[in-house]
């Protein structure tokens, strides 16, 4: 018989209470078993009341993270085992507004994605006709690491700035507008600068750097934001140089 | 039969737990974060050491003299102890991240990482080497 | 989002980088030995007419006052930032910059006074 586990799990329900607490259940727990099998096994077997979010359940898709002893984490990604003999404590997302349970308000984090204009912009489109855009494998390197982002806003759970400042916004969109500055076929960056170099944009980082520490695919925000601000620096500097117009984007 | 059904929007009530002004002291990444932020004010107490010495030494021999009694007064000895360990785990910290914030390139290739890290050690070696050869000799 | 542009912030962060890498080369050194092992004995305190002769070349003088200076800055955008989020005193904005780049000011006004009156 495998061994158990308790599991500390948050539980609200606004439509009965005003406050978060927490609800315990056993759960097996073999070797290969992750917090989210242990959620599985709850909403199956326990306590099919209980609303949490998942997806792939292999670490690509960005839907299951949640806090595990108050660490952000992918639950599909993270052993029960490595918590025995327990209890281990699984709550929201920190930083996101709680709709219920285990499930947070991702609308902010949504907004602030499609606001860095994730896309490639161009003066003139190349028609069709002409082909594709060509790019060689250092053009690729240059940005590869930043497309690698799943969405899973992590980061944000980790970083203090976005926690006490909703508004600033954050390491997985600047990361993600990098993942355009840098790459070769975009011309956008003045466009995506005009957003992120106001306060709530790169200048209110601190480099705390725990959304590097916590990313689950590598992407290093923290490193995405300061190559920025030195960027965006330099940008300044050069403005008073070179008339505007004339100064590299 | 009159029962028409009243639709009311029900947008359920979103919880806000608010953060807390010790939320620097969650977990030792933040209080390390804290503490590097917080040796800043000990580079600004050595600034105003830096100048005393400078005002003493234009002074003449006996304020270069009171100076060094200063100095070594238990009070601002143990200022300065502190402000060392802090000041050497500023420059730590700093020198540490300075591969994450500092992407150089030479031509197409990308400089590594290490060598970055390298230069920014190897120049503090050079400095702090000559800052003493030209006090001590 | 609201929209507070401030131009000023890329001309304090590049003061503040500049204050960061010059106060980690040059003050570990320094506090060691002014700090320390003068003080303490452990290395004979430089005599005085060396140390005069070093410390009011020009060179020396313009060293100083760029490490005073930009140390000075580094201070006033940590520490700001460090009021402004660790004591969540977001409210006190405005007296905040004026304390600490304010400071820095003076500061450095100060520094290049005493270096050459």
Known sequence: ?249 | MNNEPIYTAYHPRWLRPPMSTYWWLGKWPYVKFILRELSSIFVAWFVIHLLLLFRAVRGGEAAYQRFLDFSAHPVVLTVNVVAFFFIVFHALTWFAVAPQAIVAHMGKKRVPPLLIAASHYGAWAVVSAILSWLLLR | MAKTRRPIEPLLWLLFSAGGMASAMLMPALVFLLGLAFPLGWLGAPDYDHLRTLMLHPVTRLVLFGVCMLSLFHWAHRFKYTLYDGLQVKHLNELLNTVCYGGAIVGSIVAAYLLWR
């Open chain 1, 1 to 249: 018989m495998a061994e158990q586990i308790t599991m500390q799990v948050t539980r609200y329900r606004p439509e009965v209470e005003t406050d978060a607490s927490f609800q315990e259940y056993e759960v097996p727990c073999p070797k290969d078993w992750v917090i989210l099998d242990g959620l599985n096994y709850v909403k199956d077997q326990l306590d099919g009341t209980l609303s949490y979010r998942w997806s792939c359940r292999m670490g690509v898709c960005g839907s299951c993270g949640m806090m595990v002893n108050g660490e952000p984490k992918l639950t599909c990604a993270t052993f029960l085992a490595d918590y025995a003999p327990g209890p281990v404590k699984v709550e929201p997302l920190r930083n996101f507004p709680v709709i219920r349970d285990l499930v947070v308000e991702i609308g902010d984090f949504m907004r602030k994605l499609v606001a860095v204009k994730p896309w490639i912009i161009r003066k003139d489109e190349k028609p069709v006709s002409q082909g594709e855009y060509l790019q060689t494998p250092d053009e690729l390197d240059e940005y590869k690491q930043y497309s690698m982002c799943i969405n899973c806003m992590l980061c944000y759970s980790a970083c203090p700035i976005y926690g006490l400042d909703p508004q600033f916004i954050g390491p997985a969109a600047i990361a993600l507008a990098q993942r355009y500055n840098l790459d070769s076929r975009d011309e956008g960056s003045p466009e995506r600068l005009e957003l992120l170099s106001q306060h709530e944009g790169i200048w209110g980082c601190t480099f705390v750097g725990e959304c590097t520490e916590v990313c689950p695919k590598h992407v290093d925000p923290a490193g995405a934001i300061q190559r920025y601000k030195l960027t965006a620096a330099m940008d300044w500097a050069k403005s008073f140089v070179m008339p505007k117009g004339k100064a590299d984007a």
